[in-house]
T-cell receptor, first 116, second 112 residues
Framework: EAQVTQNPRYLITVTGKKLTVTCSQN?????MSWYRQDPGLGLRQIYY???????DKGDVPEGYKVSRKEKRNFPLILESPSPNQTSLYFC???????????????FGPGTRLTVL | RKEVEQDPGPFNVPEGATVAFNCTYS??????FFWYRQDCRKEPKLLMS???SGNEDGRFTAQLNRASQYISLLIRDSKLSDSATYLC?????????????FGQGTTLQVKP
């Protein structure tokens, strides 16, 4: 089944404890992206990747790192999480970096992160 | 001013009604426009892309007005299952930038 998977789905952690949220897609998509969703603010792009070893900052990259060593995986790393990173996180992938026409983004199920 | 603005609603309409949402964007260079649907904090899913000439998919019609910098979504004959949040999505700049801006969403509640 074609899908984007994220792990973990739920995580409660404490300030400063490094964590990684994994994202994997099995559709051979070139483009991958991370978003956070907060009430009243909608989805905001954290980082995106146009292809392997190519990553770029979105609108809210502070406090996050990503890597794209292989096409299928795009992990999100929080080196020192803080309470303001409590949010719902979505990973997404798309066949092409050209975001036009019918080039749909497929989203993972989301990761609900709470930082105490 | 936000780059992409939507009326958050909620829009409460009876079954069978026609409802329209607008979304304004500030970057005149934007080239790609989409409507996504999101159910109750689940993952967003593409509803339809928005083309310059306007496009229709069953009960859903999307329009783009470049002069006034807004896109619209019209839903005819609303069903209970249309209840969701509708997200307006615009790319920033040329189609290849990879940066997407999401509106905060418009919530639709269709009632029996």
């Amino acid at each position: 089944e074609a899908q984007v998977t994220q792990n973990p789905r739920y995580l409660i952690t404490v300030t400063g404890k490094k964590l990684t949220v994994t994202c994997s897609q099995n559709m051979n998509h070139e483009y991958m992206s991370w978003y956070r969703q907060d009430p009243g603010l909608g989805l905001r792009q954290i980082y995106y990747s146009m292809n392997v070893e190519v990553t770029d900052k979105g609108d809210v990259p502070e406090g996050y790192k990503v890597s794209r060593k292989e096409k299928r995986n795009f992990p999100l790393i929080l080196e020192s999480p803080s309470p303001n990173q409590t949010s719902l996180y979505f990973c997404a992938s798309s066949p092409s970096p050209r975001l036009a026409g019918n080039n749909e983004q497929f989203f993972g199920p989301g990761t609900r992160l709470t930082v105490l | 001013r936000k780059e992409v603005e939507q009326d958050p609603g909620p829009f409460n309409v009876p079954e069978g009604a026609t409802v329209a949402f607008n979304c304004t964007y500030s970057n005149s260079a934007s080239q790609s426009f989409f409507w996504y649907r999101q159910d109750c904090r689940k993952e967003p899913k593409l509803l339809m892309s928005v083309y310059s000439s306007g496009n229709e998919d069953g009960r859903f019609t999307a329009q783009l007005n470049r002069a006034s910098q807004y896109i619209s979504l019209l839903i005819r004959d609303s069903k209970l299952s249309d209840s969701a949040t509708y997200l307006c999505v615009v790319n920033r700049g040329s189609s290849n930038t990879g940066k997407l801006i999401f509106g905060q969403g418009t919530t639709l509640q269709v009632k029996p």
